[in-house]
């Protein structure tokens, strides 16, 4: 299942309305395995419900919303979502602050998604809740997109590393966990995994399209 945070500095105005739009959209679109939350960068409201701006907006638009209280972004959250999620450039600074470093790439901004990277709108000081709406729409959609390509490549990857002759499959099986466990004699596993893909492919126990794929992602780790 894939978690998404979304996060901004109170968690009152901007990250509960992506939650909600993003509950409302995942739902309209059938995908049921996405765990969705929302949090705050600063402490300032913690246990406050949704501004009433962002609420309003949300009935316009017929979104269900639930009982929502402020809390903050943990050291936790990181370890347990996949996406965290922050509306602005100063969100990402602030969440790093808590968290730490993004040693697993986890972090982004929204609108980093889109065609036209920038911050989601503030309603804040504008009081144009309708401005941070549309943006939001925009960063969940290409948001989303992106999560349907990622996840087409991880079903491709499945479907391109099944069926193969086990000692293809041991091969791949060493030098993942070489991979994992960094080893210094990495080059080996992957003239050995080289010699088994090649083998494979002369004795037709694998397509053309899986020995290329084998030869672009382990043996020139082009992706
Ligand atoms: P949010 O909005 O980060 O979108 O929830 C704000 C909430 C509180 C403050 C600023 C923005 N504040 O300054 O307290």
Redesign the pocket.
Do not use: F, Q, T
């Given at each position: 299942m894939v978690k998404v945070l979304f996060v901004?500095?109170?968690?009152?105005?901007?990250?509960p309305m992506a939650e909600y739009v993003f509950k409302d959209m995942v739902k309209k679109q059938g995908i049921e395995e996405i765990y969705i939350d929302s949090a705050a960068t600063s402490s300032?409201?913690i246990g406050n419900s949704i501004?009433y701006g962002t609420r309003n907006k949300l009935k316009e638009m017929n979104i269900e919303y639930g009982n929502h209280f402020a809390r903050q972004i943990t050291h936790k959250d990181y370890e347990q979502f996949d996406y965290i999620i922050g509306?602005e450039e100063r969100n990402i600074e602030d969440i790093k602050k808590i968290v730490g470093k993004d040693n697993k790439n986890k972090i982004y901004r929204l609108l980093d998604f889109s065609k036209n990277p920038r911050d989601i709108a503030?309603p804040?000081y504008t009081g144009n809740f309708d401005k941070t709406y549309d943006d939001i729409v925009e960063g969940l959609e290409t948001f989303s997109n992106y999560l349907r390509q990622e996840k087409q490549v991880l079903l491709n990857e499945r479907i391109l590393e099944k069926c193969l002759p086990s000692y293809l499959e041991n091969d791949l099986k060493n030098l993942k966990e070489g991979i994992k466990n960094n080893v210094t004699y990495l080059d080996c596993l992957i003239n050995e995994l080289q010699g088994s893909v090649n083998s494979a492919f002369v004795d037709g126990d694998i397509s053309e399209e899986q020995c290329d794929y084998f030869y672009r992602k382990y043996i020139r780790m082009e992706i």
């Open positions: 901004c500095l109170g968690n009152i105005c901007r990250s300032e409201e501004h509306m503030d804040w």
